[in-house]
T-cell receptor, first 110, second 110 residues
Framework: NAGVTQTPKFQVLKTGQSMTLQCAQDMNHEYMSWYRQDPGMGLRLIHYSVGAGITDQGEVPNGYNVSRSTTEDFPLRLLSAAPSQTSVYFC?????????FGSGTRLTVV | KQEVTQIPAALSVPEGENLVLNCSFTDSAIYNLQWFRQDPGKGLTSLLLIQSSQREQTSGRLNASLDKSSGRSTLYIAASQPGDSATYLCAVLYGNKLVFGAGTILRVKS
C-alpha cells in the first residue's frame, strides 16, 4: 500500500515549457486534490475531483489543467510554465473524511 | 470567505513543556478539522482528525479539541520533545475543499 505517489520529486522548467505532474493513489479514494505551497501563503487549492470524470476549480486554478479518467490517477498539467508557478505542489486523496498527502513535487520555473 | 488562522506563527519552548497551538476559522459550517505536521522539505503527516460532531481526539501526547460554535480548535502537546520540532498545520474541510491555516513553526530546545 503505497498511499499517494507523486512524480517527479524535483523539476526545473524554462518559461513557456509544458509538463505534467503525476499523482496516483492506491487506496480507492474518491476525492483527490492538488495544492501549491508558497512561503507565507500556506497551502492553496488548485483543482479537485470528487470522482472519475468529475473535476472542479479551487482557489488558484489559472494556468493549470486537470483530468480524472480513473479513480487512481489525477495528473496536473502546466500548459505554458511561468516563473509565478515556482512552488511546491502537493497531491492529496480522501475517502470523504481525512486527507492523505503525497510527498510533493518541487518545481522551479526559470 | 472561509479563512483559517493559526496563532502563534512561531513558538520556541524548552524540552518538557506542555504547549497549546491555536486554530480559528471564520465559517462554522465545517465537515471536519484535521491537524497535520510538516517537517522541513517534506510532505504533510496527519496527526488528528476531528469530525464536526466530536469535541476532541487524542493520540499519544497529542490532544485536539474542537468548538464549532466559537470557530476554534486547539492542539495540545504534552511533555514536548526536540523531535516535535516541525510546522503544525490546521486544515478545515468545507464540503469538498480543505482550507489551510498558514501554520505554527514549533521549535523545542533540548
Amino acid at each position: 500500500n503505497a498511499g499517494v505517489t507523486q512524480t517527479p520529486k524535483f523539476q526545473v522548467l524554462k518559461t513557456g515549457q509544458s509538463m505534467t505532474l503525476q499523482c496516483a493513489q492506491d487506496m480507492n479514494h474518491e476525492y483527490m486534490s492538488w495544492y501549491r505551497q508558497d512561503p507565507g501563503m500556506g497551502l492553496r487549492l488548485i483543482h479537485y475531483s470528487v470522482g472519475a470524470g468529475i473535476t472542479d476549480q479551487g482557489e488558484v486554478p489559472n494556468g493549470y489543467n486537470v483530468s480524472r479518467s480513473t479513480t487512481e490517477d489525477f495528473p496536473l498539467r502546466l500548459l505554458s510554465a511561468a516563473p509565478s508557478q515556482t512552488s511546491v505542489y502537493f497531491c492529496a486523496s480522501s475517502p470523504g473524511y481525512g486527507y492523505t498527502f503525497g510527498s510533493g513535487t518541487r518545481l522551479t520555473v526559470v | 470567505k472561509q479563512e483559517v488562522t493559526q496563532i502563534p506563527a512561531a513558538l520556541s519552548v524548552p524540552e518538557g513543556e506542555n504547549l497549546v497551538l491555536n486554530c480559528s476559522f471564520t465559517d462554522s459550517a465545517i465537515y471536519n478539522l484535521q491537524w497535520f505536521r510538516q517537517d522541513p522539505g517534506k510532505g504533510l503527516t496527519s496527526l488528528l482528525l476531528i469530525q464536526s460532531s466530536q469535541r476532541e481526539q487524542t493520540s499519544g501526547r497529542l490532544n485536539a479539541s474542537l468548538d464549532k460554535s466559537s470557530g476554534r480548535s486547539t492542539l495540545y502537546i504534552a511533555a514536548s520533545q526536540p523531535g516535535d520540532s516541525a510546522t503544525y498545520l490546521c486544515a478545515v474541510l468545507y464540503g469538498n475543499k480543505l482550507v489551510f491555516g498558514a501554520g505554527t513553526i514549533l521549535r523545542v530546545k533540548s
